[in-house]
C-alpha cells in the first residue's frame, strides 16, 4: 500500500471481486443451502444465554440494523428451541361462588381445558332437564306428601290446644279466611255485641279478663304456628336439596376423578354444588320460561353463566413451548380484555368474557415484540414491565375513555407469568432506554447484537454462497449461475463499504435475487447470469434514480457550474454525498478561494452565512492551523480569505471537504492554477496528514459520471485518502475505464501529495532557515504570505 501512495491505483485495487474456482460450472442447484444466522454467532450466543437462564430480568433485547434478518432468525431459532420444551398447561377462569367479582384461575394439563368445558357443559345440561324432573317425581311427592302430613297433624295439635284452652275461658274459636274469630259462651252458647252490652258488669269484667288471658294464650299459638311453618319450609328445602344433592353428586363425583389430581379443580366442583343446591329454584324458573308457563318480559331467564367456564389458553395444538409473535402491541393485545354488552348506558362484563392477550399465549414460553411497536403504546408498554417485574398476569382491562360507563369490572386471579420476551430494535433505542428507563435495564439484562457485516473469509464466503443458494431454491424458479453469484457477492462487498467485509443485510440481498429470477424469465433463459443480476441491480438504482438525473442534468446543460477541463487559479472540484432516502449518489461541487490582503484570516463563507454544520466548521478551523503551522512561524499571518462551495443553497456539514478547501486556498495564495480534471475528497488535520472519509464509491462514480457525460479526456481522476483504498467498490464502468486508461484514481497520505498531483509542481522541503524548496508550491505560497504581511 505505501508504494501506492500518492499514486495511480490499479484496475485491481478498485472492488472485490471474488474468483470462486472451487463453484466454478456449478449453479445454486449443486450448492448445499445454509442458513443465514450462520453469520450471527455472537448475537446467537447471547440469545441462547438470554433464552435458557431462568433467573429473573434476564430478558432479551436483539439489537441490529433493519434489513440484517434479527426477526426471522431470531423466529425461526427461538422455534426450534421451544420446540423441546414442555408444552405448558391450558388456563381457565371459573366463577367464585364466593367472591363473584374475583374469578377463580384454573391450571390445567395441555388439552384438558376443552374437554372441561365440553363436559361441564353437558352436566349442566344434564343439571337443567334432571332437577326439575326429579324433584316433581311421583317418589319424591311421596316424600313431600309425608312431610306435608306431618306439617297438618302438627298444626291440628296446636289448634286443639288453643282451642281446649279457649273453650276452658268460656270462648269460642272460630277459623276463617279472616284469621280467628272468638266469641264469649255464656250458658253454653255464644253471645254476640248487644248480648254483651245487656250483661252486668261483674259479668263483663270477667269476660275481660278471660279475654286478655285468652290474647296472650293466641300469641303463644301464633308464634308456635309461625316456627312450625318454618321448620316445615326448613324441612321442605332440606329434602329438596338433599334430593338436588343425590342428583348432582354422581356426575360432579365422575368429573373429580377423571381430571384428579387437580385440588383446585376439587375445590371448584365442591364450590359448584353448594351453588347448585341453594339456587336449585333457577331450574325451575327456566324450565317455566322454555314452556311458556311463565311471561318472559316479567322475569329474567336465567342463563347460567355462574355455571359455566372460560377457557383462556387452549395449548391443545401445541408441540412445545409457545413462540408468540405480537405485530400490534396494544395494552389489549398485550395484556388481555374483556368484552362488553351495553345496556341502559351502561357496560356489563363477566369473566365469560375475559380474552387473552399475548403475554397469556406465549406464558410458559417466548414473546417476541419490536420495540418500536410497543414504545407507540405506553401503557402497553407500562404493562409489560409490571408484569414482568412481579412475574404475574394481572387482568386489568380498562379504556379510560368509557371506565364512568363499567357497572362493574372483574378482578381475576393473577397469573403466574413465566415467559421469556424478546424486544427487537435498533442500538438507537437500546441505549435511548438503557439511559432513561430504569426498569429497561433491570428487565432486559441481555443483549443480542446482530452486526451489519462480516469479515470476508473462505468460511464466510461459502456461508454466503450457501445462503444465497437457499434463498435461490425457495423464492426463485431459475438456478444462478456462478457469476451471478460472484456478482451478488460484490454487491454485498460493496453495501459494506471495505473490500474485506460483506454486508448481510438479507433484504438487500433477497430483493436482488428475486429482481434478477423475474427478469431471467422474462427473457426466457434457463439461468440467472452475471448480466441478469446487473440488470436487478441497476434497475432499483434507476427507480430511485430521478433527482440524480435532474442534477446531473443541470450540471450538463451548464446551469451547475462545473468544470472538468483546463486549470483555474483558487477552484478546485470537491465531492460530496446526496441521499434521498435510502439511495445515496455522489456530486462534485465547485469550491474557491480568494486571497487578499487584511487580519480577517480564512473566511469560511458558509459558516458566515450560517449554512454550515459544526463538523464543517471544525474542519475549516483546522485548516487555519496547518496554513498558520506551515507559514507563519517568522511572521505574522496577516491575510484575508474567503472560502466558498459554490452554488450550495442548503446546509453543508461533514469535514471530507477539508482538504479540498485547503488546496483551493493554497492554489490562490500561490497563483498557481488546479487541473479541474480532478475532484479531491478527504479530511486533514493540522499536520496535514489526509484522513479517511465515508461515501468513497459515490463520490468517485458522481465525478465520473459527469466526466463521462462531458467526455472522457484521460487526464481526469479523483484523489482519494490512501485509507479509503479498502473502501472501494466501485462500478464496472468507473473499472473499465481506468483500465483503459482514461479516468485515474490517486491515493494520498499527506497534503504534499496532493497538491502535486493537482498542480504537477513539487510542494517543496522547507530548508533550515525556514525558507522552502524553490519555486515550489509552499515557496512561493510562503513568499506571497510575507508580502500580504508587509501590506500596511
Not at 308464634?223 to 321448620?231: D, G, P
Amino acid at each position: 500500500m505505501n508504494k501506492m501512495s500518492g499514486k495511480k491505483l490499479k484496475a485491481k485495487n478498485l472492488r472485490y471481486y471474488p474468483l470462486l474456482k472451487k463453484y466454478e460450472g456449478m449453479t445454486t442447484k449443486d450448492i448445499k443451502p445454509s442458513p443465514q444466522f450462520v453469520f450471527q454467532k455472537r448475537g446467537f450466543e447471547a440469545l441462547d444465554f438470554g433464552v435458557t437462564i431462568s433467573k429473573k430480568g434476564f430478558n432479551i433485547y436483539v439489537s441490529g440494523d433493519a434489513g440484517t434478518g434479527k426477526t426471522s432468525n431470531v423466529k425461526k431459532h427461538v422455534e426450534e428451541i421451544a420446540s423441546s420444551m414442555p408444552v405448558p398447561d391450558d388456563v381457565l377462569y371459573v366463577n367464585n361462588f364466593k367472591k363473584p367479582d374475583e374469578p377463580k384461575l384454573l391450571c390445567m394439563p395441555a388439552g384438558t381445558g376443552e374437554k372441561i368445558v365440553r363436559d361441564m357443559d353437558e352436566t349442566l345440561d344434564y343439571f337443567i332437564h334432571q332437577i326439575p324432573r326429579q324433584l316433581e317425581s311421583e317418589s319424591f311427592e311421596m316424600q313431600k306428601t309425608e312431610v306435608v302430613r306431618w306439617y297438618q297433624e302438627e298444626s291440628q295439635k296446636n289448634y286443639q290446644e288453643i282451642e281446649k284452652e279457649a273453650s276452658e275461658l268460656n270462648f269460642s274459636l272460630k277459623s276463617t279466611p279472616n284469621g280467628l274469630v272468638i266469641n264469649p259462651i255464656l250458658d253454653s252458647q255464644p253471645i254476640d255485641r248487644e248480648q254483651f252490652d245487656k250483661l252486668s258488669e261483674e259479668q263483663k269484667d270477667s269476660i275481660r279478663k278471660n279475654e286478655e288471658l285468652l290474647q296472650e294464650k293466641l300469641i303463644a299459638f301464633f308464634h308456635k304456628e309461625r316456627v312450625l311453618e318454618k321448620e316445615y319450609k326448613e324441612k321442605m328445602t332440606k329434602l329438596r336439596q338433599t334430593m338436588v344433592r343425590l342428583i348432582i353428586s354422581q356426575p360432579l363425583r365422575e368429573l373429580k376423578k377423571k381430571y384428579s389430581p387437580s385440588e383446585s379443580f376439587d375445590n371448584y366442583l365442591e364450590d359448584v354444588a353448594d351453588h347448585l343446591v341453594d339456587n336449585f329454584e333457577e331450574f325451575f324458573l327456566y324450565r317455566d320460561i322454555q314452556e311458556g308457563k311463565i311471561d318472559p318480559s316479567k322475569f329474567t331467564e336465567p342463563d347460567f353463566k355462574e355455571y359455566k367456564i372460560n377457557l383462556l389458553i387452549n395449548n391443545k395444538e401445541l408441540e412445545g413451548a409457545p413462540v408468540v409473535y405480537e405485530t400490534n402491541p396494544t395494552y389489549q393485545n398485550v395484556i388481555g380484555y374483556f368484552e362488553y354488552e351495553e345496556l341502559h348506558n351502561s357496560l356489563f362484563t363477566d369473566f365469560t368474557k375475559m380474552k387473552p392477550g399475548a403475554l397469556h399465549r406465549a406464558n410458559g414460553g417466548f414473546l417476541i415484540i419490536q420495540a418500536n411497536d410497543i414504545l407507540k403504546n405506553y401503557y402497553a408498554w407500562a404493562a409489560l414491565k409490571k408484569s414482568m417485574r412481579n412475574r404475574s398476569l394481572r387482568m386489568g382491562d380498562i379504556d379510560i375513555d368509557f371506565r364512568h360507563r363499567v357497572n362493574i369490572l372483574p378482578d381475576p386471579e393473577p397469573i403466574p407469568l413465566n415467559v421469556k420476551v424478546i424486544l427487537i430494535g435498533d442500538d438507537y433505542i437500546f441505549h435511548l432506554l438503557y439511559n432513561l428507563d430504569l426498569d429497561f435495564r433491570r428487565i432486559f439484562r441481555v443483549k443480542a447484537d446482530f452486526g451489519s457485516t462480516i469479515d470476508i473469509t473462505s468460511h464466510t464466503t461459502d456461508a454466503l454462497v450457501g445462503f444465497i443458494s437457499r434463498v435461490v431454491m425457495e423464492d426463485c424458479s431459475l438456478p444462478f449461475d456462478v457469476s451471478a453469484i460472484r456478482r451478488l457477492l460484490h454487491h454485498s462487498s460493496r453495501g459494506s463499504e471495505d473490500q474485506k467485509k460483506y454486508r448481510i443485510h438479507a433484504s438487500d440481498l433477497v430483493d436482488v435475487i428475486v429482481e434478477a429470477d423475474y427478469w431471467a424469465k422474462s427473457k426466457k433463459k434457463k439461468v440467472v447470469d452475471e448480466k441478469t443480476v446487473v440488470k436487478a441491480i441497476e434497475g432499483q438504482e434507476k427507480r430511485h434514480a430521478r433527482f440524480k438525473e435532474r442534477h446531473y442534468e443541470s450540471i450538463k446543460r451548464g446551469k451547475i457550474l462545473i468544470d472538468v477541463t483546463g486549470e483555474k487559479t483558487g477552484q478546485i472540484n470537491g465531492l460530496a454525498v446526496f441521499s434521498v432516502g435510502d439511495f445515496s449518489f455522489g456530486i462534485p461541487s465547485r469550491i474557491t478561494a480568494k486571497v487578499f490582503a487584511g487580519k480577517r484570516g480564512i473566511i469560511n463563507i458558509e459558516r458566515e452565512a450560517r449554512l454550515s454544520g459544526s463538523i464543517h466548521d471544525k474542519g475549516a478551523m483546522i485548516l487555519a492551523g496547518y496554513i498558520g503551522s506551515m507559514f507563519a512561524q517568522d511572521k505574522h499571518l496577516s491575510i484575508t480569505a474567503s472560502i466558498a462551495f459554490e452554488q450550495s443553497y442548503g446546509g453543508v456539514d461533514g469535514d471530507s471537504a477539508s482538504s479540498t478547501e485547503l488546496y483551493a486556498l493554497l492554489s490562490a495564495i500561490s497563483e498557481i492554477p488546479i487541473k479541474q480534471s480532478i475532484a479531491v475528497t478527504g479530511s486533514i488535520n493540522q499536520n496535514g496528514e489526509i484522513q479517511p472519509i465515508g461515501g468513497v464509491n459515490e463520490k468517485i462514480e458522481g465525478f465520473f459520471e459527469i466526466c463521462n457525460l462531458r467526455g472522457l479526456s484521460g487526464d481526469q481522476g479523483v484523489v482519494i485518502p490512501v485509507q479509503n483504498v479498502e473502501n472501494l467498490n466501485l462500478s464496472d464502468k468507473v473499472v473499465e475505464a481506468v483500465e483503459k486508461d482514461k479516468f485515474h484514481i490517486y491515493a494520498i497520505k499527506n497534503v504534499v501529495e496532493g497538491i502535486e498531483i493537482l498542480t504537477g509542481i513539487p510542494a517543496g522541503k522547507r530548508k533550515k532557515n525556514g525558507s522552502f524548496t524553490k519555486d515550489s508550491v509552499f515557496d512561493l505560497v510562503n513568499r506571497k504570505v510575507k508580502a500580504l504581511s508587509e501590506v500596511k
